[in-house]
């Protein structure tokens, strides 16, 4: 059971804007950064947010991610095809003195 | 390219000993921490543990902690991975990743290996 509480699913049309949300604690989140991770069916993750809302070049600005308090979140505009993924929140929990994964939400584009 | 190359798929039994490795290239290995993540089949991502090449320098999950070991030989930019004594519940894939090292609290993973299919069956 992780610390980070994401949705499990997520879906959305072409087009649409979606949103998932990652919700933690004063431990994690709320004095820490927030990343994103982007896991396509059978690849590794690929780093998509870093340091609550910066983007790593390359990742399309469709991808914004924001924090507040002990949530954050991470919204994707003009969905795509190929953004049907699974998205992890991450961030450092002072409690373990290290990071932690969020459970992770499934994105399904319709 | 920044690249990291991993082991490949292990098939092993319940108590066998393993190591597998990560090999970092196109960037220099020494600036940048090494991070062990568990992906366990059909569920998340587990931090386990991290290492500073420059001094071997670890840092573990307390879930982890005692059942692995995380090792480094930076002068064949590789990281280890390694456990004693396997158990069923280690069937899993591990990925590494290159850590940000200029920030303790950073969990900036870029980029990630392949990823190892560890398999433990008797």
């Known amino acids: 059971q992780s610390v980070l509480t994401q949705p499990p699913s997520a879906s959305g049309t072409p087009g649409q804007r979606v949103s998932i949300s990652c919700s933690g604690s004063?431990?994690?989140?709320?004095?820490?950064?927030v990343f994103w991770y982007q896991q396509l069916p059978g690849t590794a993750p690929k780093l998509l947010i870093y340091r609550n809302n910066q983007r790593p070049s390359g990742v399309p600005d469709r991808f914004s991610g924001s924090k507040s308090g002990t949530s954050a979140s991470l919204a994707i505009s003009g969905l795509r095809s190929e953004d049907e993924a699974d998205y992890y929140c991450?961030?450092?929990?002072?409690?373990?003195?290290?990071?932690?994964f969020g459970g992770g939400t499934k994105l399904t584009v319709l | 390219e920044v690249r990291l190359v991993q082991t490949g798929a292990e098939v092993k039994k319940p108590g066998d000993s393993l190591r597998i490795s990560c090999e970092g290239s196109?960037?220099?290995?020494?600036?940048?921490?090494i991070t062990w993540v568990r992906q366990v089949p059909g569920k998340g991502l587990e931090w386990m543990g991290r290492?500073?090449?420059?001094?071997?320098?670890?840092n573990y999950n307390p879930s982890f902690q005692g059942h692995v070991t995380i090792s480094v030989d930076k002068s064949i930019s590789t990281a280890f991975l390694q456990w004693t004594s396997l158990e069923a519940s280690d069937t899993a894939m591990y990925y590494c990743?290159?850590?940000?090292?200029?920030?303790?609290?950073?969990?900036?993973?870029?980029?990630w290996g392949q990823g190892t299919p560890v398999t433990v069956s008797s």
């Open positions: 991450a961030t450092w929990d002072d409690s373990v003195s290290g990071p932690q």
């Open positions: 290492i500073d090449p420059t001094d071997s320098y670890t």
């Open positions: 990743a290159r850590q940000e090292a200029s920030f303790w609290a950073s969990v900036w993973f870029d980029p």
């Open positions: 196109g960037y220099n290995f020494t600036n940048y921490w």
């Open positions: 004063s431990s994690n989140i709320e004095d820490n950064y």
